[in-house]
């Protein structure tokens, strides 16, 4: 008996949603969803690269810290490398570091707010529309 009732209040909801016309704002809200969802794929993958530039930026620090203080080191500023004492070429890569870590913690911050903002148009959604509409991606 329980399942009965439970399967029938899903008939119900479903059979609502399906009832529901699609209004300016809902397509607007569903149009936005959207847009979102590919602009946080975006970033994403800015957000995995920017990752990967720093592992890569800590191997290298790791590396230098091995070196010998008296020699040169070839740094690479745009499309060249220069041969710099140790000491200089360890304060830039620093700087690089720093620039990086708030670079990734720039785009960490809004994939957070994107996502939290995807939460409630879903929320808004599927209370409008329950199951006739499907936002899983």
Request: hydrophobic share 35%; charged share 40%.
């Amino acid at each position: 008996m329980m399942q009965h009732r439970m399967l029938s209040k899903e008939d119900e909801v479903s059979a609502a949603g399906e009832e529901n016309e699609v209004r300016r704002e809902d397509q607007e809200k569903i149009n936005r969803f959207s847009r979102l969802h590919q602009r946080e794929t975006l970033l994403e993958e800015q957000l995995k690269a920017k990752q990967k530039d720093k592992e890569d930026l800590e191997e290298i620090s790791m590396e230098l810290e091995l070196a010998d203080e008296d020699e040169l080191v070839p740094y690479k500023i745009g499309d060249s490398f220069f041969q710099l004492p140790l000491a200089d070429a360890q304060s830039l890569l620093s700087s690089s570091t720093e620039q990086i870590d708030s670079e990734v913690s720039g785009l960490e911050e809004k994939l957070s707010d994107l996502r939290d903002e995807l939460q409630q148009l879903k929320v808004a959604l599927y209370a409008r529309f329950g199951r006739s509409i499907n936002l899983e991606v």
